[in-house]
């Protein structure tokens, strides 16, 4: 359904918030589509330490076309991020 958005022709900027079993396929699908407009950027809620290490890297590996990837645990959101607006409504 994401990809179907996208590809509507979407006016606007857009930014991805997500967790980190989602981000995968919706990266996929980003890569996959020729020309699609890619996001302002995208955050990755990750929920421990562990899947945060592991979203980091996979980050490492994805194409410049995805746009600027953050990750993040999800208790641990950084608050200069969109100016606080994630923090505020996806933080602890």
């Not at 079993?21 to 421990?48: N, Y």
Request: net charge negative; aromatic share 8%.
């Amino acid at each position: 359904q994401f990809i179907t958005w996208v590809q509507s022709g979407s006016p606007e900027p857009y930014i991805i918030i997500t967790d980190w079993r989602e981000a995968q396929p919706i990266m996929k699908g980003l890569q996959a589509v020729p020309d699609c407009p890619e996001p302002f950027f995208t955050v990755v809620l990750c929920s421990g330490p562990r899947q945060e290490k592991r979203s980091s890297a996979w980050v490492q590996e994805l194409s410049p076309m995805v746009g600027q990837v953050v990750t993040c645990r999800q208790d641990q959101i950084p608050s200069d991020i969109l100016n606080g607006v994630i923090h505020q409504h996806f933080g602890p």
